[in-house]
């Protein structure tokens, strides 16, 4: 059953073409992500006008500072309304728990969310830093998303596998998702039907859908296939019950 697992990523730095995306797909299909460029340019007035047009919005900030920053900061953009917050994980439990505490405080009906690591992030970057091996990393991160209960994790579709070792429970929301082999900035990408098989509950889609000549046949076409997926979930566990 599809439940809006589309995020729109809104990555323009023109307000006009915000709005006529918006205009063109349907709330009741997807949720919208505000990142730091639009964000910072346009302020906290553009999630007042697109909450007017009865979107949903996936704050994309990713703070990561002392808990106490960290956690006024989160009393504000919790204060907008907002459906959705991220925070680095590498911020550690307290930063992530101060996180928590000032959703809980202002929105408790608001999710909150902690990244692990980018989906930019190579091999040789870790080792820059004098990390090793990811699967590790990944696991430690998922460790104090687990232990400060927040409500899931920002990961790339194939750690959803070692996150669900750490905590079944926990939401998925998976960036870098293409329609074609097209990498940009992303080390590995994803089509929609390999993420949401692979365990995500959110996927984060811009370029295909925000450059796309009509981005609400797209915005369908991908629910289509998500609705396929579903379906054969369903038809599986049946199958595997009536055994």
Request: hydrophobic share 40%; net charge positive; aromatic share 6%.
């Amino acid at each position: 059953m599809y439940d809006k697992n589309i995020i729109v990523a809104l990555d323009y730095d023109d307000e006009k073409r915000i709005y006529d995306l918006c205009n063109q797909i349907d709330p009741s299909l997807c949720r919208v992500k505000i990142g730091k460029q639009a964000f910072t340019k346009f302020g906290p007035k553009l999630v007042e006008n697109l909450h007017t047009k009865k979107f949903e919005i996936f704050l994309d900030l990713k703070f990561h500072d002392i808990p106490t920053t960290v956690y006024k900061a989160c009393v504000e953009a919790f204060s907008l309304g907002i459906w959705m917050l991220n925070v680095h994980l590498l911020g550690g439990n307290e930063m992530v728990h101060s996180a928590r505490q000032a959703r809980d405080e202002i929105n408790i009906a608001a999710k909150i969310i902690g990244v692990t690591l980018l989906t930019s992030t190579t091999d040789e970057n870790l080792k820059n830093i004098g990390l090793k091996e990811r699967s590790d990393i990944v696991k430690g991160l998922a460790m104090i998303a687990s232990k400060s209960n927040i409500d899931g994790v920002v990961c790339t579709p194939k750690d959803i596998k070692i996150i669900r070792e750490i905590n079944k429970k926990l939401l998925f929301v998976t960036p870098g998702i293409r329609l074609d082999a097209n990498k940009n900035e992303h080390t590995q990408v994803y089509s929609p039907r390999d993420a949401i098989k692979l365990g995500a509950d959110y996927i984060v889609i811009g370029r295909p859908i925000t450059e796309a000549k009509n981005p609400k046949d797209i915005l369908q076409n991908i629910i289509k296939t998500i609705n396929e997926i579903s379906n054969q979930n369903i038809s599986t566990k049946e199958g595997l019950d009536s055994q």
